[in-house]
């Protein structure tokens, strides 16, 4: 259990220590500052420790996103700080330090905790201070401001503001008007009955695993039901993320859950769909996993272009500038929201053309809106970072190596080559459009030969930091030119299977591919080097996949891209629950996708 410290003169009638228990702590009264560091220092050390000042005014709501947000090692509000054990150490050095200063003795004027917090500040600690709103957290200096603050605590119902900030700030416009007036309810319904955000994300991915099975049928009543199951798991992909802001829930395994779960969700509705207009005689893999594809690079362009840009120096342009003018006309902003497809709107689309039409239908029109949709994205963070004046650290061109997802055949090439070919954007481009051309070609051995030119240029482009204007380009310029390559030979061996083959070898590589995003978000880290060279890196498993084309017969082929992607899976997916469920995972909650 956790322990609060409660300082200074107590306040006759006061809810403080009960409100402190409702939240889990376990309370200590200190009679002095002395006191209360000895107590810190018998707090056991693993768990976390709160000092609070027993004067403390404020609402029940403040002392929750103040004291047990597991995201922070050190947070404080007004009267009141906390550490988790990482941050225990620099707590009890603080402590010292004001008991030291104040001779051991009760200070009655000013609030221990908050000159604790001062220290922290003047040590370097990072202390989370949470945006209260409205919400009251005050330290009343004489009965007539506790009075005020009290009737200022009723005038503000804090469990309308909880269930008001459980709800994204930034989101699209069908989750804001659509799903999120009543989803919030279900958090609270889910809170209440002591469900976790874990649990819901699970019921959401279960939920759309049989939506997508419904779908497999390839009759009208099942397509109905997918359509209808595919809204209720998105329903519930929202209620997980309200969930966790509203009960302040976060954990390296929700981490993890809520970043990967809602990839495997669609991609495995558009297997579904893919299964069940081959019920009806109609063959659409490629379009399968031309959207999985798709969809893909757009996410990789997302977070390639944030990662570059995030802790960029002198980082603005009139682009921007007029982006910003833009969000104070209010119409503008649903509608930039909208036209980028964003997970609300692309699902509900799904969703209701799986019920009315036919998958072929569902794929063409996802495909033509996701294809708008990159563009636009994709033209206004060009526009943008040809005309800002950024300086990119060292920080975000390490980023983008680990995104580029080099492996060992480029690095080899980086370090056995002295002449530079030209700048990593261009380099980058003019491979890819080589083995582009070699995959059109119709001669056998032609897209080999590609595959290796696209080798030698994969190690070339990341011979120097990606910090280049444009450079954040190269890591979904990669990822197109591997997953090209594997529809396009996938289609050109025209042997039943081969098509839902490549779409498993896909998914496999895009698994691996979102969650070094998600380690990078995390501030984790890129995936070990190992996990990179066992997996081959992008530029090895293209050329992997050209050969096997080359020298395969089409039914070999099929077997051995259905055997490469069982491999790939089994070894990055043991390695991402290892890491996810470790001690070194970072404690975030995914926000949603860019866009």
Known sequence: ???????????????????????????????????????????????????????????????????????????????????????????????????????GTAVAVDSLADRVVTALDADGADVHRPDLGSLVAVVPADPQARNEARQAVAAVDDEAIRLKSAVKSRDGFFTTFFISPYSRYIARWCARRGLTPNQVTTASLLTALIAASCAATGTRGGFIAAGVLLIASFVLDCTDGQLARYSLQYSTLGAWLDATFDRAKEYAYYAGLALGAARGGDDVWALALGAMILQTCRHVVDFSFNEANHDATANTSPTAALSDKLDSVGWTVWVRRMIVLPIGERWAMIAVLTAATTP?????????????????????????????????????????????????????????????LGAPLLVAAAGTAVLAVSLFSGVTWAPVAGAFVYTITAGQALYRPLKGALDWLV????????????????????????????????????????????????????????????????????????VLAAALTASQFKVALTALAVAVALVVLVESIRFWVSSGAPAVHDEGEPA
């Open 1 to 103: 259990m956790s322990t609060a410290i409660l300082t200074g003169q107590p306040v006759p009638g006061s809810s403080i220590e009960g409100d402190l228990r409702s939240l889990g702590f376990d309370v200590r009264v200190a009679a002095d500052a002395a006191d209360a560091e000895t107590l810190l220092a018998q707090a056991p050390g693993g768990e976390r420790v709160a000092v609070v000042d027993a004067r403390f005014v404020g609402h029940l709501h403040a002392l929750r996103l103040g004291l047990t947000d597991p995201r922070f090692d050190l947070a404080a509000i007004p009267g009141a700080v906390t550490a988790q054990s990482a941050g225990r150490q620099a707590l009890t050095r603080a402590m010292a330090r004001e008991s030291s200063a104040s001779g």
């Open 360 to 420: 072929r239908i569902t794929f063409y029109v996802l495909l033509i809106g996701c294809a708008f949709a990159a563009t636009y994205t994709t033209a206004g963070r060009v526009l943008r970072s040809l005309t800002r004046k950024a300086r990119r650290t060292d920080r975000a061109a390490q980023a983008l190596a680990d995104l580029a997802d080099n492996g060992p055949l480029a690095s080899f090439v980086a370090r056995a080559t002295r002449a530079r």
């Open 475 to 546: 890591p979904p310029l990669f990822r197109l030119a591997e997953y090209g390559t594997v529809l396009v030979l996938a289609a050109e061996a025209d042997v039943n299977g081969a098509l839902p083959a490549a779409f498993g070898l896909v998914a496999a590589v895009a698994y691996h591919h979102y969650d070094t995003v998600y380690r990078i978000r995390g501030n984790a880290g890129a995936p070990p080097a190992w996990l990179v060279r066992a997996v081959g890196g992008q530029e090895g498993r293209t050329l992997l996949v050209t």
